[in-house]
């Protein structure tokens, strides 16, 4: 089940953040950002992973680069999973919830870091890589 989360549950979780703990629950929850928690079931007691999507106009190459606010690109920075397999299952589901709520995004791409294991993780939920910079790498999912 998915849910959209609210600053205080954001607050409570976003130590869990292995990549971007530093980002306030303020700041992820503020004007043109959203949280999403999937949980195991409708009784919302035991979530299973969590994405952090901002909405901008342009694919960003810095966190900075989030805070120019858009509409049609939707910008999947972190995302975090308690139980094998929810990771993949919340990406799907964020990006058809998107997909439904959110007509004007016309792409989904990642600001993710540099490291084996995020490449493995988007390229095997079907995303490619678009951009390797400095210090993150993008990729693209196409939602049809």
């Known amino acids: 089940m998915l849910l959209k989360l609210n600053r205080f549950v954001v607050s409570d979780i976003i130590e869990d953040d292995p990549v971007r703990p530093h980002i306030t629950?303020?700041?992820?929850?503020?004007?043109?950002?959203?949280?999403?928690?999937?949980y195991e079931d409708e009784s919302f007691e035991t979530l299973r992973s969590v994405i952090c999507v901002a909405y901008t106009d342009t694919i960003p190459t810095h966190e900075d680069d989030m805070n120019v606010i858009g509409r049609h690109t939707a910008?999947?920075?972190?995302?975090?999973?308690?139980?094998?397999?929810?990771?993949?299952?919340?990406?799907?589901?964020?990006?058809?919830?998107?997909?439904?709520?959110?007509?004007?995004?016309?792409?989904y791409v990642t600001l993710s870091p540099l490291t084996v294991m995020a490449e493995r993780f988007h390229t095997r939920n079907g995303a490619k890589l678009i951009f390797k910079h400095d210090t993150c790498q993008n990729f693209e999912y196409t939602v049809k």
């Open 75 to 107: 910008v999947f920075y972190t995302v975090w999973s308690y139980d094998p397999g929810a990771g993949r299952e919340i990406v799907r589901s964020v990006a058809e919830h998107i997909k439904q709520h959110h007509k004007s995004v016309i792409r």
């Open 25 to 38: 629950a303020e700041w992820r929850t503020d004007h043109n950002r959203e949280v999403f928690g999937l």
